[in-house]
């Protein structure tokens, strides 16, 4: 065999070898890259890191929060529009609010002593959400609210704290008897002036306070006041 023979196999052994070579490197590119996109497969959408599962769990429990305070928001707000707007609601609606109009008359308890008549016709509200206790609204659209919760503030700041977002004017404490002080004022909701007069008690021993609120956008502040103190005489009874 010629010397120029051996040669050029020698050349075209070479080139085999490199050619091989790289194509294994091509196929363990292409293998590794298959890989990585199995991997992002799996990871997404329908695998999540563990720091990702719990962010959306913070952020689904502070979306809850959120429709939460609006539904209360919305439902305390439906008591200042009138009678006939209340009646215009289906009762799955009434419902969904945490609403009814009674059907006859209804005792409820504000404590182990006291307990409140609520006429048949009235709307009540009793879902104890936040510091609202209740909510009672007459045919006559006499709306009554009742608030309690533990505060260190003075009677006068704890209401005025209630009232902070309903642009509270002329307030004024009446009379004072001992740990209960009568409060008369003014707010606007939905559009609409409220004259209101509210009795407010201090808990004896502790900071807890509690005020009923009659308010009432076509009654005077006078007739307002003498509603509420019938309402109260008429239908509060406590235990001795």
């Known amino acids: 065999m010629s010397s120029e023979s051996t040669s050029w196999r020698t ?3 070479v080139i085999f070898i490199i050619i091989s070579l790289l194509r ?3 196929t363990c590119s292409n293998s590794n890259r298959n890989s990585n996109n199995l991997v992002n497969s799996d990871l ?3 695998v999540i890191t563990q720091e990702k599962a719990e962010e959306l769990m913070k952020q689904r429990e502070v979306n809850n929060q959120i429709a939460h305070f609006e539904k209360n928001r919305r439902s305390n707000n439906l008591f200042y529009k009138n009678y006939g707007a209340l009646d215009s609601l289906s009762i799955m609606e009434q419902n969904d609010y945490g609403f009814s109009k009674l059907k006859r008359d209804s005792v409820v308890f504000i404590d182990i002593k006291t307990q409140l008549n609520v006429p048949k016709e009235y709307y009540l509200q009793n879902n104890h959400d936040d510091s609202l206790r209740m909510a009672i609204k007459s045919p006559r659209n006499l709306t009554i609210f009742i608030h309690d919760f533990e505060t260190k503030e003075s009677i006068e700041n704890g209401f005025k704290s209630l009232k902070k977002y309903s642009n509270l004017k002329k307030f004024k ?5 001992g740990m209960t002080k009568a409060i008369s004022y003014q707010i606007s909701k939905e559009n609409k002036t409220f004259n209101g007069y509210a009795l407010a008690f201090q ?7 509690t005020f009923f609120e009659f308010e009432s956008s076509t009654l005077s502040r006078d007739l307002v006041k003498t509603k509420a103190l ?3 005489l008429q239908n509060m009874k406590q235990k001795k």
């Open 203 to 209: 808990g004896k021993g502790r900071d807890y306070q």
């Open 44 to 46: 997404s959408p329908y």
């Open 173 to 177: 404490v009446e009379n004072t008897i």
């Open 230 to 232: 019938d309402f109260l």
């Open 24 to 26: 294994l490197i091509s």
């Open 11 to 13: 050349v075209l052994g």
